[in-house]
């Protein structure tokens, strides 16, 4: 019931459907056939800001110790961008942008962190064995999400607040075990859609940039997992 809900309420004909796509083809797709889903994210036909999280994380995977994030493209794109005007390019959705730069990277290398830890549960997720290896990790990501909530400015009124899919983790351990399935899309697995017969990463694209850093530098196997969104 709990899925047919949130299915209902992003207008889609049907249950979203669980993949394991190719991450190269995924990342490529996202990055040059963005334009439909975030026009306001796009930079000479680029999603300027995949490319942008993808060097971020190859930079910090390969020099930890050395890595500043002030130096990074991100976190400069982020600081120039945050206009109150939503006139220019920005990361984020149509109706808020990503308002404190430092604290989003920060997030950015605390998710870096968690996934490291946990790569051998992701190397092995599947179709059959997703719901019990989300469940063995679960712990870890409502401590992560309680701990690194973004700030986000909304278009509507410019003010600063709490993103909020975070502020949901603010509830107790075992409420969010009950309702586990249901984070399972969007939140926990990331969710795409089908623009022009090719499928483009909707939400999740910190952890698509990511995980293709993580493939190319040999640590993550090929295979995604992406909840595919059937549009009206």
């Not at 997030?107 to 469940?135: E, G, T």
Request: hydrophobic content about 35%; glycine content about 4%; aromatic content about 14%.
């Amino acid at each position: 019931m709990l899925v047919k809900n949130f299915v209902r309420k992003l207008g889609l004909k049907r249950r979203p459907k669980l993949l394991f796509v190719d991450i190269c083809e995924l990342y490529s797709n996202t990055l040059y056939r963005s334009g439909e889903i975030r026009p306001w994210a796009i930079e000479n036909g680029k999603y300027i800001g995949l490319e942008l999280k993808y060097n971020f994380a190859s930079c910090y995977l390969k020099s930890k110790d050395e890595f500043n994030y002030h130096q990074s493209e991100y976190f400069q794109f982020i600081k120039k961008y945050n206009s109150d005007n939503f006139k220019s390019i920005y990361e984020g959705n149509s109706s808020w942008a990503y308002a404190n730069a430092d604290n989003l990277c920060n997030r950015y290398v605390a998710m870096i962190n968690l996934f490291l830890k946990h790569i051998s549960v992701y190397n092995a997720l599947n179709k059959k064995n997703i719901y019990s290896l989300y469940k063995s990790i679960y712990n870890d990501i409502i401590d992560f999400e309680k701990s690194n909530q973004v700030e986000i400015r909304y278009i509507e009124d410019k003010r600063l607040t709490v993103r909020k899919e975070s502020e949901q983790y603010n509830k107790s351990k075992a409420l969010l075990k009950k309702t586990f399935k249901k984070r399972l899309i969007g939140h926990l697995v990331p969710t795409g859609v089908f623009v022009d017969g090719n499928i483009v990463c909707c939400n999740g694209t910190h952890r698509l940039a990511l995980f293709r850093a993580l493939h190319d530098m040999g640590m993550y196997a090929n295979l995604f997992p992406i909840y595919l969104l059937r549009r009206k």
